[in-house]
């Protein structure tokens, strides 16, 4: 209902690809499960290593960097030896608890150890819940409620320099005005 309240179409809200990265799992799996299917069978272990895996992979695809940096970093960190970070990384090793809560820091997960512990329909869940709120109340981002009134559905609101939020949402307003109609006014 919220969807189509807002004008927004399913896709663009529960996109898969999108809902895959959140969650760090497999796309086809959040495509099963948002289409009613059943979460897989698998073991807290497993989840709990494919997850580190896929961040891993994303963390090194993003960075340009090697797995041995990463296992570097990981050990310095957690005070883990470097082949045993290297391994957890590798998804081929399950973490010890004080490692998995070092590496809730190291990749800024939302959700704690539970984001690599959750079952999958779990982990979906907490993305879903997260989407919900935010358009259940759009009204706690001003700049996004602001755009909405104004019917703008799409913008590029990098923020440079040192403007304060309450001056940013000014300087839309007025850009807004002035090339936008508001309602009731003529094209």
Not at 14 to 28: G, H, I, R
Request: net charge negative.
């Amino acid at each position: 209902m919220l969807i189509d309240e807002h004008g927004l179409r399913r896709s663009d809200v529960l996109d898969p690809k999108q809902l895959a990265v959140q969650t760090a799992q497999p796309e086809t799996v959040v495509a099963h499960l948002l289409n009613g299917g059943a979460p897989p069978v698998d073991t807290v272990s497993e989840r709990a290593s494919a997850r580190i895996k896929t961040l891993s992979n994303d963390y090194l695809a993003r960075t340009g960097k090697r797995m041995s940096d990463l296992a570097a970093e990981v050990s310095l960190r957690s005070g883990v030896s470097e082949v045993w970070a290297r391994q957890v990384c590798d998804g081929k090793k399950t973490p010890n608890i004080e490692l998995l809560h070092h590496l809730v820091g190291f990749f800024g997960v939302d959700g704690g150890e539970s984001f690599f512990t959750a079952s999958a329909d779990e982990a979906l869940n907490r993305v879903l819940l997260s989407v919900l709120a935010k358009l259940d109340n759009p009204g706690t981002d001003p700049v996004g409620a602001l755009l909405d009134r104004y019917g703008v559905k799409a913008a590029d609101l990098r923020q440079h320099g040192s403007m304060t939020r309450q001056q940013l949402e000014r300087v839309l307003e007025g850009v807004l005005r002035s090339v936008v109609p508001e309602e009731g006014e003529p094209k």
